[in-house]
């Protein structure tokens, strides 16, 4: 199985911050990369895919990066909104595996 | 706008199987576009894929669930079903069903289950007697 490994597990920041999350794959994956948001009590949200696509409707502060084993989400300027967890998903093969997740906290 | 939406018990005893259906509204199960999928995800944990379908009958399972899942879907009633068998307190979950994008792999020329677009609220199934 691809482990999917994210850092930091939490993070504290403010509004107006720009955050940046890394998720690395255990083997290359190429672009076949995930990104997803959760608030408590919700479904998770896609945010982006194949690495850097932002999902329609999503708000252009969010960015994917990245190829093979290493990538990056980045939120350029944290709103009220965004305090959530976030979590990578590889979609390069079965099975099909998350990250363990990271919170962004106040 | 495309609704997914799951039922089935909330309580289930150990030993015993967990069933649950996914109803889709708002567009077809039967789109050559998209494969459907189950999630599941402990309380305070991480997600964990269980399982994704295409309506063929098509289906791809985690491995690490062994034999114990079972995916259906029903086309006619826009429905796909998840059975996981021999239950344990391991199994105590919120389990969402979601819509996969279906992407076209240009190195292998096959289309491969790709991320999750669409999610059901998520139900919470207890595992205990």
């Known amino acids: 199985d691809i482990q999917m490994t994210q850092s930091p597990s939490s993070v504290s920041a403010s509004v107006g911050d720009r955050v940046t999350i890394t998720c690395r794959a255990s083997q290359d994956i190429s672009t076949w990369l995930a990104w997803y948001q959760q608030k408590p009590g919700k479904a998770p949200r896609l945010l982006i895919y194949?690495?850097?696509t932002l999902q329609s409707g999503v708000p252009s502060r969010f960015s994917g990066s990245g190829s093979g084993t290493d990538f990056t989400l980045t939120i350029s300027s944290l709103q009220p909104e965004d305090f959530a967890t976030y979590s990578c998903q590889q979609t390069d093969s079965f099975p099909l595996t998350f990250g363990g997740g990271t919170t962004v906290e106040i | 706008q495309l609704r997914l939406q799951e039922s089935g018990p909330g309580l289930v005893k150990p030993s015993e199987t967990l069933s649950l259906t996914c109803t889709v509204s708002?567009?077809?199960?039967?789109?050559?576009?998209?494969?459907w999928g189950w999630i599941r995800q402990p309380p305070g944990k991480g997600l964990e894929w269980i399982g994704s379908l295409f309506y063929t009958g098509t289906t791809y399972n985690n491995p690490s669930l062994k034999s114990r899942v079972t995916m259906s879907i029903d086309t006619s009633d826009n429905q796909f079903s998840l059975k996981l068998s021999s239950v344990t307190a391991a199994d105590t979950a919120v389990y969402y069903c979601?819509?996969?994008?279906?992407?076209?792999?240009?190195?292998?020329?096959?289309?491969?289950?790709?991320?999750?677009?669409?999610w059901g609220q998520g139900t919470l199934v207890t595992v205990s007697s």
């Open positions: 979601a819509r996969h994008l279906r992407s076209y792999d240009s190195l292998t020329g096959y289309y491969v289950v790709d991320s999750n677009d669409y």
């Open positions: 708002g567009g077809s199960i039967s789109s050559t576009t998209y494969y």
């Open positions: 194949a690495a850097s």
